[in-house]
Antibody, heavy 116, light 109 residues
Framework: EVQLVQSGVEVKKPGESLTISCKGSAYTFTSYSITWVRQMPGKGLEWMGTVNPRDSSINYSPSFQGHVTISVDKSISTAYLQWSSLKAADTAMYYC?????????WGQGTLLTVSS | QSALTQPASVSGSPGQSVTVTCTGISSDVSGHNYVSWYQQHPGTTPKLMIYDVRDRPSGVSNRFSGSKSGNTASLTISGLQAEDEADYFCCSYTTRGTVFGGGTKVTVL
């Protein structure tokens, strides 16, 4: 089955670092970009950035540039989203999605709670 | 880039049609044909309903249709059903990146 599987629920404290993952399966991972999307509690969808697994090029949303790091390891068909110092405001659901001209295939989401 | 503008809510009775609009700046909605729409029920992952302005993925009901005029894209739901009650988000893909609308809650009265 073609799918994106994300890492599990995270509960962290402010200031801690974190990397979450998104693993593609049953398709050629380098054929499609991976986009990360944030959804804060009760709010809408926000584009964070998109990575091309073929050449690891990344296009960040200006709203997230400098606050997160997106990366990819095509050898294991996995994309990553990383924070070096979490804040309470990072509490949200994070989705990865496979991108053509639309977000056709979505991961199940990773719920992140940042609280002291 | 600014978010695309959607009405906060629209409603309709079962069997009626409702239209959700999505207004963007010229470099987003009107500049490309890469507008998509997503349905999200509470607590679930977004689901692609329309891509490239008017195309439906396999398995999506033909009660859902998309269109675009100038810098406004539209999603129309015909023959409204209780299961259509959800949040709907428009999205525009450009070479500079992706931008979402703020979302519209569709209520079935």
């Amino acid at each position: 089955e073609v799918q994106l599987v994300q890492s599990g629920v995270e509960v962290k404290k402010p200031g801690e670092s974190l990397t979450i993952s998104c693993k593609g399966s049953a398709y050629t991972f380098t054929s499609y970009s991976i986009t990360w999307v944030r959804q804060m509690p009760g709010k809408g969808l926000e584009w964070m950035g998109t990575v091309n697994p073929r050449d690891s090029s990344i296009n960040y949303s200006p709203s997230f540039q400098g606050h997160v790091t997106i990366s990819v390891d095509k050898s294991i068909s996995t994309a990553y989203l990383q924070w070096s110092s979490l804040k309470a405001a990072d509490t949200a659901m994070y989705y990865c999605a496979r991108q053509n001209t639309a977000l056709i295939l979505w991961g199940q989401g990773t719920l992140l709670t940042v609280s002291s | 880039q600014s978010a695309l503008t959607q009405p906060a809510s629209v409603s309709g009775s079962p069997g009626q049609s409702v239209t959700v609009t999505c207004t963007g700046i010229s470099s987003d909605v009107s500049g490309h044909n890469y507008v998509s729409w997503y349905q999200q029920h509470p607590g679930t992952t977004p689901k692609l309903m329309i891509y490239d302005v008017r195309d439906r993925p396999s398995g999506v009901s033909n009660r859902f249709s998309g269109s675009k005029s100038g810098n406004t894209a539209s999603l129309t739901i015909s023959g409204l059903q209780a299961e259509d009650e959800a949040d709907y988000f428009c999205c525009s893909y450009t070479t500079r990146g992706t931008v979402f609308g703020g979302g519209t809650k569709v209520t079935v009265l």
